[in-house]
């Protein structure tokens, strides 16, 4: 590991590793320009030690000149001007290879690109020992490559952090501390009708922070003249399940109005597999993702009592009836098990002995939480 500046890094790509893919370069550039009149042209700062290694393999009869990107304030109506500076050889009918240290976006290779077209070279290629794909989004992909790596941020051998770490021999990778976002506590809450998740809810809420999601709720509070509401409407009023897609839209609405939440419990979503597919895409784009599925796991036996006594204070018809109730049971398995299935497989699932005191399972579903690495 190394520190430059408040930063620390670690070794990403050592410089063996480099001296072997410069080499490698160096092979295809050789073999690509064989008999022609080339000019490198490196851009520094970044690319000085690169540049100086790669040049060290080239056997072409060539030369080699470093540029630098400089851009000023022009006037009003230009705006913004580049120029490249340290260009003195003629360009006329050469053979131009651009040699980057690294291609991120791709806003200075077009610029570059830009300015070289006036030269009237015969032709000009880009070797870049990096390059970001996921970033990128010019217009010229490097012809020659190093190493494509993921988006994050690297130093040394050229590569600065603030004009520092350029020295390094080494690649080195920052190493991220978690950011807020991905620290956030995600608990998917599952459970039989009558397994306590309410309950339980409340309690996770006032304990961890978290803003709790019920889809049920939800559904019910959205303003009913809301496009969604009469969307959601329109199927429910034809005897129909309202669509995931659906679904799906209105629990990011909900989950959009907490932005600084410290963590969501999702009670009563996703109920299949393609909810709990949209919530890992959805959670994703916002940085995080799903920390755990807590699934409180009851008997069916003790589930039916519950229910029965429920009814007896809550009054709700759905509670009274056996006949229902085992649908709503029979219903509950056919429809968790692929999603429990889902968070299993990517090793998600917790499942908490949800028979007990409503203080004993509480303090079972701490337990499991307060024992995660986060
Ligand atoms: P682009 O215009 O986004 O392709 O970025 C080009 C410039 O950004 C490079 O020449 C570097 O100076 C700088 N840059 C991009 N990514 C990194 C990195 O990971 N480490 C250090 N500098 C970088
Ligand atoms: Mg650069």
Known sequence: MVQVLDKSFEVFITRDEIQTEVESLA???NADFEGEDVVFIAVLNGSFMFASDLMKCITLESEISFVKMSSYEGTSTTGKVNELIGLNNNLEGK??????????TGITIDK?????????????????LLYKPQAFKGTHKP???????PNAFVVGYGLDYNE???NLDSIYQIKESKSEKSKMLNIVLFGPPGAGKGTQSERLKEKYDL????????FRGLDPTSELAILAKSYADKGNLVPDDVTIQILEGEVSKYPDAHGVIYDGFPRTTAQAEALDTFLSSKGTSVTKMISLVVPEDELKSRLISRAEVSGRADDADPVIIQNRINTYKSTTAPVAEFYKGQDKLIEIDGVGSIDEITARIFNA????ER
């Not at 012809?143 to 790596?149: L, N, P, V």
């Not at 803003?211 to 709720?217: E, P, R, Y």
């Open 369 to 372: 939480i307060d024992s995660l």
């Open 211 to 218: 803003v709790h999601i019920s889809t049920g709720d939800v």
């Open 164 to 166: 520092k770490g350029r």
């Open 95 to 104: 053979t131009v290879v651009i040699v980057e240290d690294i291609i991120d």
């Open 112 to 128: 570059i690109m830009t300015l070289l077209s006036m030269e009237g070279a015969k032709e000009v290629k880009v070797c870049s």
């Open 143 to 149: 012809d020659y490559i190093g190493f494509s790596i």
């Open 27 to 29: 092979t295809k550039i």
